[in-house]
């Protein structure tokens, strides 16, 4: 029992029931007790109390004080809630916070099993309005189900016909409310085809009338037609079942893997699907070569049928302008590509969009069949707008650079003939004389060497030496005239001539030809300077 002292301070008292007390409210006012622990421990017991608390206060059914604000207004009396487990002391206790309800509950273990139990008080009759309880195998299970049975004893205070203050109830009674549950939960809620969360779930502001409500998790589910009542909270538990169907695939094609959905199932085998889900589903089989899909709507206890004939490979090979794509689209497979390159695709008439940032789009169609390379090289119209003339002007740029270092080697290289050219070549020939001289004095000097070594007669010796002497002094002469006039006429041929008319013609022809390629490639730059800006 709840401890009581005598001494109060009636300033205290009066105060805090002034800041309370709400003398008229649409909802009843209402204080949650702390639940009585049995076979848990009081953090249990006080941590699940706070999530029903903060559920009864988003149900709307109820203007909740809260446990801080309680304590506050029982400790400035000198009253303690500890302990206090039964109506009395719960009516006693709502007098003096001005409630006109008290909830108080109990949290238990039985066995494997949490339970949760709680009931509303009539703070003025002592009545009991109305109890119920949820259950779980762990408790953290109860951290959900304290949801729902804040749910439950809400429908206790709320009027028929008369909308929850924070609900999404409007006007006299108008929409109405679900509170949908399943087994097991975790179960995802469809109403009239439209998706409302994760079971358990308090699903409010539904038009009255039928509804269809569907739940599915996983290849489980369950359906159920109900009637929304204006003002009213429905509640509906649903449990899942198992609901599935096979999908047979007949084919003749061997060695493909099976996609269903876009998840890889595995070898194709026997073609049976079981276990799948009802509802339309995609098919697809494919190795590194070859491709199908086909689509099959799967019903509850049935076996879809589908007829695949996989078509054979052909290749395409593709030779694309730089800066191009192409999308190719065929009944089975749709590829993009670029550049140069080739594909296998499944034998089918494809649809092709060629399009690039300097180029017209260009829309065709070609075909390919089993074991024919199909040569895929379209001619593009380049576009009419200042992008396309800047990237045009870029390859002209690099073809007038070229011409333009061309044309000023040329340039150089024509020089007028002159006397100096003529005397050049008189040069030329004199080094190249003492160069010949000067090799064959070397020839015959080793002869006559050799000859006058071995000579025994001494008339036949001096003849020899001087012979000797001879080639020495020829051998000096012609070799120092190959390096004079060998050095001369290089330096000859560069001094300047006197141009002939037809030099002068060609010169001027070459300065002509550099002009026009400066002036346009100054265009160019301009363009593509002007598009960059």
């Known amino acids: 029992m709840f401890i009581q002292k005598t001494s109060t301070s009636l300033a205290l008292v009066l105060f805090f029931l002034i ?33 029903f608390e903060t559920a009864v206060v988003n149900t709307g059914a109820f203007d909740v004080i809260e446990q801080s604000q309680a ?20 009516v006693e206790i709502g007098k003096l916070l001005a409630a006109e309800n008290i909830i108080l509950g109990t949290v238990s273990k039985l066995g494997a099993k949490y339970i949760v139990t709680a009931k509303i008080i009539d703070v003025t009759s002592g009545k009991n309005i ?35 203050p924070g609900s999404s109830l409007t006007g006299a009674g108008s929409l109405g409310e679900l509170f949908i549950s399943t087994v097991p939960e975790g179960a995802t809620i469809f109403i009239n085809g439209k998706e409302k969360g994760v079971s358990p779930a308090l699903v409010s502001g539904l038009q009255p009338g039928k509804a269809n409500v569907e739940v599915r998790q996983a290849n489980t589910y369950a359906a159920e037609e109900i009637d929304v009542r204006p003002g009213e909270l429905v509640e509906l538990t649903l449990q899942l079942e198992e609901v599935s169907g096979k999908i047979q695939i007949v084919t003749d094609a061997t060695g493909l893997d099976v996609f269903l959905d876009g998840v890889k199932l595995g ?22 070569d070859r491709y199908w899909k086909g689509s099959v709507t799967v019903e509850m206890g049935t076996t879809g049928t589908l007829e695949a004939v996989v078509p054979e490979i052909g290749m395409l090979t593709y030779d694309l302008p730089e800066g191009a794509t192409a999308v190719v689209v065929g009944a089975l497979k ?22 690039g940032r300097y180029y017209e789009t260009l829309k065709t169609v070609f075909s390919i069949r089993q074991g024919v390379t199909t040569n895929f090289k379209p001619e593009l119209e380049y576009a009419d707008n200042p992008e396309t003339a800047a990237y ?26 002159g006397g100096w050219q003529n005397l050049g070549w008189v040069s030329g020939g004199i080094a190249a004389a003492g160069a010949v001289a000067t090799i064959g004095s070397m020839i015959w000097g080793f002869i006559d060497k050799a000859a006058y070594d071995n000579a025994i007669d001494s008339f036949e010796a001096i003849e020899k030496r001087q012979r000797v002497e001879i080639c020495n002094i020829v051998l000096m ?42 002036r346009e490639l100054e265009q160019l730059q301009a363009v593509r300077k002007g598009v960059a800006e």
């Open 130 to 164: 109305k109890a119920d309880s949820v259950e779980g195998t762990a408790i953290e299970d109860m951290t959900s189900q304290v949801n729902v049975l804040a749910v439950k004893l809400a429908e206790a205070g709320v009027s028929p016909g008369v909308a929850r």
């Open 477 to 518: 002469a012609g070799g120092g005239t190959a390096l004079i006039f060998g050095g001369i006429t290089p330096l000859l041929f560069r001094l300047p001539g006197k141009d002939t008319p037809e030099d002068e013609a060609k010169r001027n022809a070459v300065l002509n030809e550099l002009d026009a390629v400066e």
């Open 19 to 51: 800041a309370f007390y709400l003398p008229a409210q649409d909802a009843p006012r209402v204080a949650v007790l702390s639940f009585n622990p049995v076979g848990v421990s009081e953090a249990e017991a006080q941590i699940l109390t706070n999530l």
């Open 392 to 417: 045009l002007a870029g390859f002209r740029i690099d073809e007038l650079e070229a011409r333009r270092r061309e044309l000023k080697r040329e340039y150089r290289s024509l020089k007028g003939a």
């Open 267 to 288: 070898p194709l085998g026997t073609g049976l699907l079981e276990s799948v889900m009802i509802g339309e589903h995609l098919v697809e089989l494919k190795d590194s």
């Open 71 to 90: 304590g506050t207004i029982l400790d400035a009396q000198e009253y303690s809630l500890s302990g206090c487990t039964d109506e009395t002391c719960a």
């Open 334 to 355: 749709e590829i993009k590509i670029a550049g140069r390159g080739e594909e296998k695709l499944p034998e089918d008439r494809y649809n092709v969009i060629v399009s």
